[in-house]
Nanobody, 123 residues
Framework: QVELVESGGGLVQAGGSLRLSCAAS????????MAWFRQVPAERRFVAAISWSDNNAYYADSAKGRFTISRDNAENTVYLQMNSLKPEDTAIYYC?????????????????WGQGTQVTVSS
């Protein structure tokens, strides 16, 4: 079992930055794929960024050039640095993890989820 705890959300003005953190505990060493998803009310979750243990990464088009996903394997933590934030980035951001190498874009790829952290970008 792997537990994920997100932090770092909050309220920021458009153009500002936030860094989200997701700390994994339990069998964290067994995790390969980690990702950040975001969700607004009444919509499904969409992936923002994915990190694989070989240091490859994927970004959704909406995140390219503004978001950076990184991992600290020693601390079992994944980060999402978000710059140049826009009001449309407002959502609940969820951390997800999978023990194997997965495509990563569908939410069903993941076995473990955090509780989510709210990001609100004001115009």
């Amino acid at each position: 079992q792997v537990e994920l705890v997100e932090s770092g959300g909050g309220l920021v003005q458009a153009g500002g930055s936030l860094r989200l953190s997701c700390a994994a505990s339990g069998r964290a060493s067994a995790v390969n794929t980690m990702a950040w998803f975001r969700q607004v009310p009444a919509e499904r979750r969409f992936v923002a960024a994915i990190s694989w243990s070989d240091n490859n990464a994927y970004y959704a088009d909406s995140a390219k050039g503004r978001f950076t996903i990184s991992r600290d394997n020693a601390e079992n933590t994944v980060y999402l640095q978000m710059n140049s934030l826009k009001p449309e980035d407002t959502a609940i951001y969820y951390c997800a993890a999978a023990p194997t190498v997965v495509d990563g874009r569908p939410p069903k790829s993941y076995d473990y989820w955090g509780q989510g952290t709210q990001v609100t970008v004001s115009s």
